[in-house]
């Protein structure tokens, strides 16, 4: 049987876990990895095994570079279907420059079909914004929101927010960032423990001083999202859609830091139809909720990518997300 060749640029070593397993009985499957860098100087380390086939790209962070190793990689490899993630922004508008040089038929599997919605995926607020246009019967559930970029803005933002914040907290982060990174929980009358040294670019979680945070803000900041703080129960929901439809899709509840189950709730898998086809998502998707106050789920933020935990899903009983990926969009 022909080889499928999959090329996962820049993503967690989780897929190899993933694929491992699939590839048991579907030996025509073969993926290639590769992540920025083969060293571990203060950046992520995406490898916990070596892979079929491993691909290093030491290139420097420009389109033109990029383009190049994309277009020599998937000749080299006889690739299928190319994922990129990290770079996905230098893919768009250049498809059909990179299919010309190519001396077989690849597809490139994106989350989005172009730049503009990729950035407001990227961008929390803005994400915020452009599903509240296709909230139709209030589906779709936020918290409460606002945004700034000087610190008058944020003192603004914030004292709207704390007087109707369900949980009367207010927290922050990046309206750009991956992980949680910059995540602040804000309090007014913050103990000593919360007084240690910190600054605006620390990239763990605190809980500070309302008052201490404002007065290292600088005049202007890239932008900060301000929230409600949900603290109730978590939800990630891991999909695999097909222009805009989700073909498959397993919701873990988050019980403790080590302990996730699988569960069935029809408001956040209405919350996910919706913004599935709004966005008309292709491949992998992860959405984060949270509930509010109210045991209401509250969409968090939208991962256009797998996630670390599908192969958890599928080992608690889950669908068989990979499957459906592979018949749903490895399908020319």
Not at 133 to 157: G, Q, W
Not at 251 to 260: D, E, L, N
Not at 261 to 269: A, G, Y
């Amino acid at each position: 049987m022909k080889k499928t060749v999959i090329w996962y640029n820049h993503f967690f070593s989780e897929i190899n876990k993933v694929f491992s397993e699939y590839k048991k009985n579907h030996a025509h499957l073969e993926v290639v990895f590769s992540s920025k860098s083969s060293s571990k100087k203060g950046d992520f380390d995406f490898y916990t095994q070596e892979p079929d086939l491993s691909v290093y790209d030491n290139f420097e962070d420009k389109q033109r570079a990029y383009i190049s190793f994309c277009i020599d990689t998937i000749n080299k490899f006889k690739v299928s279907f190319f994922m990129p993630f990290s770079f996905l922004k230098y893919i768009y508008g250049k498809e059909e420059y990179i299919q010309s040089q190519l001396n077989h038929t690849c597809e490139i599997i994106k989350p989005v079909n172009n730049q503009e919605l990729f950035d407001k995926i990227d961008n929390k607020y803005e994400n915020y914004e452009f599903l509240k246009r296709f909230n139709e019967n209030e589906v779709l559930k936020f918290p409460f929101y606002e945004k700034a970029t000087t610190p008058s803005d944020f003192a603004n933002k914030y004292e709207k927010l704390r007087d109707i914040a369900k949980s009367n907290v207010v927290c922050c982060k990046p309206s750009v960032g991956v992980f949680g990174l910059g995540f602040k929980k804000l309090h007014e009358n913050a103990s000593k423990e919360d007084k240690f040294k910190w600054s605006l670019s620390d990239k763990t979680f605190h809980n500070v001083g309302y008052n201490e945070f404002v007065e290292i803000l600088p005049d202007s900041f890239k932008e900060l999202i301000l929230m409600d703080y949900l603290n109730k129960d978590e939800y990630s929901v891991d999909c695999v859609c097909k222009d805009g439809e989700i073909k498959s899709y397993n919701i873990r509840k988050k019980v403790s830091s080590s302990k996730q189950v699988i569960i069935e709730d029809d408001v956040i898998l209405n919350q996910c139809i919706r913004i599935a086809k709004i966005y008309k998502f292709n491949g992998f998707i992860n959405l984060q909720f949270m509930e509010d106050n109210d045991g209401i789920p509250n969409l968090l933020e939208i991962n256009p990518r797998m996630s670390g935990g599908v192969m958890k899903g599928q080992s608690m009983g889950g669908n068989d997300l990979v499957s459906a990926f592979v018949q749903n969009c490895l399908v020319k």
